[in-house]
């Protein structure tokens, strides 16, 4: 079992940098591939980033490939989502969640445990 803590959000500008937080209490937090997901109200909850379970692959979603970047650090037990340029569009309640042993599935189905989310919003 893994407990998720995310951190990092608040109210940024448009072309702004942020970065989240993911930290993991658990002991075999680093078993877990992590994945970012967000939401808007209303929405389906969809995919951002994933980083598998030994950090050697990660996966992006085509709204974020080449703005944000994920990383993990399991000495600190957290993982990372450096976020560039960012867009009002990218305004959403950002989720992370673990997925035992994962390789970074894109699929929201596949993560066991998940955070409670950090609101993100972009202002024009």
């Known amino acids: 079992q893994v407990q998720l803590v995310e951190s990092g959000g608040g109210l940024v500008r448009a072309g702004d940098s942020q970065t989240l937080s993911c930290a993991a209490d658990g002991p075999t937090s680093s078993n877990y591939a992590i994945a970012w997901f967000r939401q808007v109200s209303g929405k389906e909850r969809e995919f951002v980033a994933a980083?598998?379970?030994?950090?050697?692959?990660?996966n992006y979603a085509d709204l974020v490939q080449g703005r944000f970047t994920i990383s993990r650090d399991n000495a600190k037990n957290t993982v990372y989502l450096e976020m560039n340029d960012l867009k009002p569009e990218d305004t959403a309640i950002y989720y992370c969640?673990?997925?035992?042993w994962g390789l970074g599935s894109v699929q929201k189905n596949r993560y066991t445990y998940w955070g409670q989310g950090t609101q993100v919003t972009v202002s024009t």
């Open positions: 980083v598998s379970w030994t950090g050697g692959s990660t």
């Open positions: 969640a673990a997925h035992l």
